[in-house]
T-cell receptor, first 113, second 115 residues
C-alpha cells in the first residue's frame, strides 16, 4: 500500500513570496491533516479535512495560509505572502476516519530567507 | 485544552540495552488515545505504538511497549534490545475522541543509540 505522498521535499523562497505544497493521502483515507513542525518542536495542527470539507482550521493563520481539498483526495496548502517565521517542515497526514490512526508523509522543508 | 509533556529532551542508550522515554499529559477528557511516533532524520513520522485509554492492558509491539498509568496521566515508552536504527526523535501524542480528534504532540525526546 502506498503511503502519503508530498511534494516538493524542499523549498527555499524569499520573504513575501508565495509557495504551495501538495499532498496525496493514502487511498481511501477520508481524513486529511496539515501540520507545521518548527525545528525542535512537535508538529502543530494547521487544518483538518473530512473528505472535501474543513473540520478544524482554528490554528491556521488565515491572513496568509490557505488550504483546499477540492475532490476529497489531494490537497494543497498555500502560503502568501511568506514570513521568516514560516520556516518549518510541513507535514501531511491521513487517516481512514477522524478516530483512526494518522499516517504521515515525508514532509516539505520550507526555508524563508 | 490538552497538553503533552516530554521531560527528557535527549537520551542515549547502548545498543542491545533497554531505555524508557517518559510522557505525561493533562486532560479532562475520558475517551482518548495515546500514541508514540518516531521521526528519524529522514523526517518521516512513523507510528510506533497506540494505546486506547479504555484498555487497561498495556500495548506492545515487538520490542516496544508502554506503561500506561491512567490515574497518573503517564504514558512511557520502553524500547528493549535497542538497535542503531532506533536512533530518532520520539514524540508522544494525545487524541481526544470528543475534541475533533486533533493530535496534540509533546516536544519530543531525541534518542541516540550508541554502538
Amino acid at each position: 500500500e502506498a503511503g502519503v505522498a508530498q511534494s516538493p521535499r524542499y523549498k527555499i523562497i524569499e520573504k513575501r513570496q508565495s509557495v504551495a505544497f501538495w499532498c496525496n493521502p493514502i487511498s481511501g483515507h477520508a481524513t486529511l491533516y496539515w501540520y507545521q513542525q518548527i525545528l525542535g518542536q512537535g508538529p502543530k495542527l494547521l487544518i483538518q479535512f473530512q473528505n472535501n470539507g474543513v473540520v478544524d482550521d482554528s490554528q491556521l493563520p488565515k491572513d496568509r495560509f490557505s488550504a483546499e481539498r477540492l475532490k476529497g483526495v489531494d490537497s494543497t496548502l498555500k502560503i502568501q505572502p511568506a514570513k521568516l517565521e514560516d520556516s518549518a517542515v510541513y507535514l501531511c497526514a491521513s487517516s481512514l476516519d477522524p478516530a483512526g490512526t494518522q499516517y504521515f508523509g515525508p514532509g516539505t522543508r520550507l526555508t524563508v530567507l | 485544552a490538552q497538553t503533552v509533556t516530554q521531560s527528557q529532551p535527549e537520551m542515549s542508550v547502548q545498543e542491545a540495552e533497554t531505555v524508557t522515554l517518559s510522557c505525561t499529559y493533562d486532560t479532562s477528557e475520558s475517551n482518548y488515545y495515546l500514541f508514540w511516533y518516531k521521526q528519524p532524520p529522514s523526517r518521516q513520522m512513523i507510528l510506533v505504538i497506540r494505546q486506547e485509554a479504555y484498555k487497561q492492558q498495556n500495548a506492545t509491539e515487538n520490542r516496544f511497549s508502554v506503561n500506561f498509568q491512567k490515574a497518573a496521566k503517564s504514558f512511557s515508552l520502553k524500547i528493549s534490545d535497542s538497535q542503531l536504527g532506533d536512533t530518532a526523535m520520539y514524540f508522544c501524542a494525545f487524541m481526544a475522541t470528543n475534541a475533533g480528534n486533533m493530535l496534540t504532540f509533546g516536544g519530543g525526546t531525541r534518542l541516540m543509540v550508541k554502538p
